[in-house]
């Protein structure tokens, strides 16, 4: 069946720093790719999407970019502020009508 | 303010009890889709329902049921309550076609169920 494999964390960096969360997926046919961010206490927001292969998805600083040869969908900013601490989930959406995410992965940026 | 709400937002219940959770959808969404997000643990489809009808279920027993209303809003009930059901319990709005469109599908805040 469809499944997200997240990198585990947590990952801790240094404000400013260059940040890398990997995720790749298992899917049959071409599902959307999208990363949710839960803060503390908090429900999921999306951060970013993309429906298609070699689209980019991008918001508040964060890309990542759809890689259908790799199953790839990783995140990447390029400094990380304190107020990015948080969970971070990938997840694909198939025509099962359903979100598949992966376990999230915890990144904690110290000032 | 993604527009969804749930109810309540925390609860305790005791093993053996049952609990409802309520979630508004947001104005124009048909399709409400229910999660269980355990500690740790990433979010794990529920059920959906669209247009009063459950359209898919996961991997979890009956004794999880759910209820659609005209005005699209939606229940989870729990049965027979495990201690292993306290989790996050997460609804997702959205109109049926947003899960292949890619469009954004809208999350409440959730309701954190314990069991003693």
């Known amino acids: 069946g469809d499944s997200v494999t997240q990198m585990e964390g947590p990952v801790t960096l240094s404000e400013e720093a260059f940040l890398t969360i990997n995720c790749t997926y298992t899917?049959?046919?071409?599902?959307?790719l999208f990363w949710y961010v839960q803060y503390p206490g908090e429900g999921l927001q999306l951060l970013l999407k993309?429906?298609?292969?070699?689209d980019k998805g991008s918001n508040k600083g964060f890309e990542a970019t759809y890689r259908k040869e790799t199953t790839s969908f990783h995140l990447e900013k390029g400094s990380v502020q304190v107020s990015d601490s948080a969970v971070y989930f990938c997840?694909?959406?198939?025509?099962?009508?359903?979100?598949?995410f992966g376990t999230g992965t915890r990144l904690l940026v110290s000032p | 303010e993604t527009g969804v709400t749930q109810s309540p937002t925390h609860l305790i219940k005791t093993r053996g009890q049952q609990v409802t959770l309520r979630c508004s959808s947001q104005?124009?969404?048909?399709?409400v889709s229910w999660y269980q997000q355990a500690l740790g643990q990433g979010p794990q489809f529920i059920f959906q329902?669209?247009?009063?009808?459950?359209?898919g279920r996961g991997n979890f027993p009956p004794r999880f049921s759910g209820l659609q209303f005209p005005n699209y809003s939606s229940e989870l009930n729990v049965n027979a309550l495990e201690l292993d059901d306290s989790a996050l319990y997460l609804c997702?709005?959205?109109?049926?076609?947003?899960?292949?469109?890619?469009?954004?599908?809208?999350f409440g805040e959730g309701s954190w169920l314990t069991v003693v």
């Open positions: 997702a709005s959205s109109l049926l076609g947003d899960y292949n469109s890619g469009n954004t599908i809208y």
């Open positions: 899917a049959t046919g071409y599902p959307s």
């Open positions: 993309a429906t298609k292969a070699d």
């Open positions: 997840a694909l959406a198939t025509g099962f009508q359903k979100l598949v």
């Open positions: 104005s124009g969404h048909n399709t």
């Open positions: 329902y669209y247009r009063e009808e459950e359209n």
